[in-house]
């Protein structure tokens, strides 16, 4: 099933079986609403995941941190999702995704507009911290809700609408700072935490649980006792696989933020204006969201292992052509959209693995822990810029510098996505 079919309702049966239609429908209208619900929180993360860094001129300019405490205000909200997506993804598995959902979407929500409140670099960082443990919390929630609620030809293209709200998410952040004054940079967190105030609601109200979490909860109920979590993660046939997926998650968010914090600056570097430059930051998430869900398609289709190929020779040739060409707006406006575009659709490649690799009873712990230590990796990633860029590598030579990391990646995303089950003809 494609990604349009999520988004219209059922129109023929068979045979006049209305009783049947009608539950289908409400089963397709049910599926419809939640991954809604899931892409409209996922905009919601990505505008605050990237607020930090589109607003960080104007509370520079009102609050002159030093290099360290800018450091630790960029690493606040990354350390708490690291822990929030552990705890989170590892309570849904006994208590209910719906729940912990609501309740981290909710806290992150209220944290972010805590952070208008802030008064000193100290405050800022705690608030951050605190915004982070709850969008860790919805994470890896997020993606178990979207493989359980449409289990079988559309699971991937489910995974891959809830993820690209993330890049529009981060798109809107740069568009509001764009429109509002340095000195209004509160505005973004204002955005970022009335959205998901509103949203959680209507989730309580709306969203129904999904299929595979209630089947876990009844198996508890009835003492069946579900895979133990560390014996999936760690079992002696899951171990290489758990590692591989770690280290894959680990190297492609590494990549992710290295772009996502330093795009701008090499542009810049590279001859551009601040305004291109914005303009090709805003170019990098459209471009992932467009590719994220073309990919997320194609992995329920005969070329899933096409598409993996190419998202990964696609974002190697992009940032080849990105530090050797030229430096004209347009060229590089599109190979940003081409580079925003690989670099999340190995994103949804690895959601869409990590969702599959875990039975529903641990698929939330299993995620989270993915996660988490992919959190690592965007943390590393910055820092591995700043390396190079410290020991006198220009702008193209980061750019290309990194291309051992992706080529390592390619592998880990190759091996992963080629060992799962081919969808049916």
């Known amino acids: 099933m494609a990604v349009h079919e999520l988004l219209r309702p059922s129109t023929t049966g068979l045979c006049g079986e209305r009783g049947s239609m009608t539950s289908e429908e409400a089963k397709a209208a049910a599926a419809r609403r939640t991954i809604l619900f899931c892409f409209l929180v996922a905009l919601c993360e990505g505008l605050d995941l990237q607020a930090a860094g589109v607003a960080a ?68 960082t705690i608030a951050r911290l605190l915004t982070g443990l709850g969008l860790g919390g919805a994470l890896p929630n997020l993606v178990a809700v979207a493989a359980e609620t449409s289990v079988g030809a559309n699971r991937n293209a489910s995974i891959a609408t809830m993820y690209i709200g993330m890049p529009l998410g981060g798109a809107v952040a740069s568009l509001i700072i764009l429109v509002t004054a340095a000195a209004n940079w509160r505005s ?76 701008p600056t090499l542009l810049e570097g590279r001859g551009m204006s601040r305004g291109q430059a914005a303009g090709a930051q805003i170019g990098f998430n459209l471009g992932g969201a467009a590719c994220a869900l073309l990919v997320g398609t194609l992995l329920d289709t005969q070329l899933r292992r096409v598409s993996i190929v190419a998202t990964f020779v696609t974002l190697t040739l992009a940032l080849l052509a990105l530090g050797k060409g030229p430096a004209q707006s347009g060229f590089v406006i599109s190979l940003t959209l081409l580079l925003g575009g690989s670099v999340l659709a190995a994103q949804t490649i690895l959601y869409a693995v990590a969702a599959d690799s875990h039975s529903a009873a641990n698929r939330g712990t299993g995620v989270g822990a993915a996660v988490a230590v992919g959190r690592v990796g965007s943390i590393a990633g910055p820092l591995v810029a700043a390396l190079l860029i410290g020991t006198g590598r220009t702008p193209s030579q980061v750019l290309t510098g990194i291309l051992p990391v992706v080529i390592a990646c390619a592998i880990g995303v190759a091996i992963l996505g080629w060992r799962a089950k081919q969808p049916d003809a």
Do not use: C, H
Not at 192 to 211: D, H, N, Q, W, Y
Not at 212 to 233: D, M
């Open 57 to 124: 001129g104007g509370l520079s300019r009102e609050f002159l941190p030093t290099a360290g405490q800018k450091g630790l205000f960029f690493s606040a909200s990354t350390f708490g999702l690291s822990i929030g997506a552990v705890i989170g993804g590892w309570l849904a598995d006994r208590i209910g995704r719906k729940k912990v959902l609501i309740a981290a979407i909710g806290a992150f929500g209220l944290f972010s507009l805590l952070t208008i409140f802030a008064w000193d670099m100290q405050s800022l």
């Open 188 to 263: 973004v967190f204002v955005s970022g935490g009335i959205a998901p105030l509103v949203i959680v609601p209507f989730m309580a109200a709306f969203m129904p649980e999904p299929p595979g979490a209630l089947t876990v909860r009844r198996s508890r109920r009835v003492n069946t006792p579900p895979a133990s979590a560390l014996r999936e993660l760690f079992g002696r046939e899951r171990i290489a696989g758990t590692l591989l997926l770690w280290m894959s998650f680990f190297l492609a968010l590494l990549i992710l933020y290295l772009l996502l914090n330093w795009l």
